[in-house]
């Protein structure tokens, strides 16, 4: 998870003025970084639409894979001495959630992912969705088709030595990154919220639901370096903060299916895309009550 969610740059010991506050444009890399490894945390829609009854409860979670950055993108350099970054993925990344059926075809989804260290970072994120759903029945195709409008929003941060872990700390040049014997202590924000429409169909009589659909996100994210360089009996604080310039709106389109086995356990899959970031693969899977 330290590497999934957040290296956007190597920041520790480059030559900047220590909390400082950098704001980088939307078209630079260290922008497109910022947007890049937002897009893995979007609170997408863990089923095809469906109208669910009031009170009934779907427990369940999603996992997906991570594509790495072009490497085009990790050539650093607007706020820190240019480099170039080699930024080693996790492949995945997951989280559970649950939704709450509600009156009129709405349902209330969260998730929360609690402040637990893991692989030696702790995130601490919360995730909301809102949707409405209404059925068609004389839809053209099988047993007709569901359309659904939801908001999502996801906030909170990740914490961890993500621009200086231990691995990458040295003490032979005092200018080079990682100058220091304690590893960074970072913080990332991956605020976001956004809406969407989606439209799913089930052909024929089966338990498996077909559903595509598109919108769009409003992303904040921010990056809060935490590292300490030491020189002999003298040391350094960095604790820059590096943010967008303004907010970005991210189009998104997306796609997948659900199959319910048995009206009480349900499995997915989906590809979620921004377009101007990354495309994901997603696997979602929950057991449900009436």
């Not at 009129?104 to 919360?126: C, D, H, M, R, W």
Request: proline content about 8%.
């Amino acid at each position: 998870m330290r590497h999934a969610l957040v290296i956007v740059v190597s920041l520790c010991g480059l030559q900047y003025q220590a909390g400082a506050q950098c704001k980088v444009a939307t078209n630079s890399n260290e922008g497109k970084l910022l947007a890049f490894y937002t897009a893995p945390i979007v609170f997408s829609m863990a089923t095809a639409p469906e109208v669910m009854e009031p009170a009934s409860i779907r427990i369940g979670g999603e996992g997906e894979y991570i594509p790495k950055p072009n490497p085009a993108i990790e050539q650093t350099g607007a706020c820190f001495t240019q480099t170039s970054e080699h930024t080693s993925l996790s492949p995945v990344f997951g989280r559970p959630r649950i939704t709450v059926g509600g009156p009129f075809g709405f349902a209330l989804e969260a998730a929360y992912l609690p402040p637990v260290t893991i692989a030696k970072a702790t995130p601490n994120l919360f995730s909301f969705g809102i949707s409405q759903a209404h059925h068609f029945t004389a839809g053209p195709i099988g047993t007709g088709t569901t359309l659904m409008f939801r908001v999502h929003g996801t906030f909170g941060n990740v914490k961890g030595a993500i621009t200086c872990p231990s691995s990458s700390l040295q003490q032979s040049s005092p200018v080079s990154p990682c100058y220091g014997t304690t590893p960074s202590k970072d913080t990332f924000h991956p605020d976001m919220f956004g809406g969407e429409i989606a439209a799913g169909f089930a052909p024929g009589s089966g338990g498996i639901s077909f559903y595509a659909g598109a919108g769009a996100n409003r992303i904040n994210p921010h990056f809060q370096v935490g590292f300490t360089s030491t020189n002999g009996t003298t040391s350094s604080v960095d604790s820059t903060q590096v943010e967008l310039a303004s907010p970005l709106v991210r189009a998104t389109v997306f796609g997948g299916a659900t199959a319910i086995v048995r009206q009480i356990f349900d499995v997915g899959a989906q590809i979620y895309s921004v377009p101007s970031d990354a495309t994901l693969f997603r696997l979602m899977g929950g057991f449900r009550f009436r």
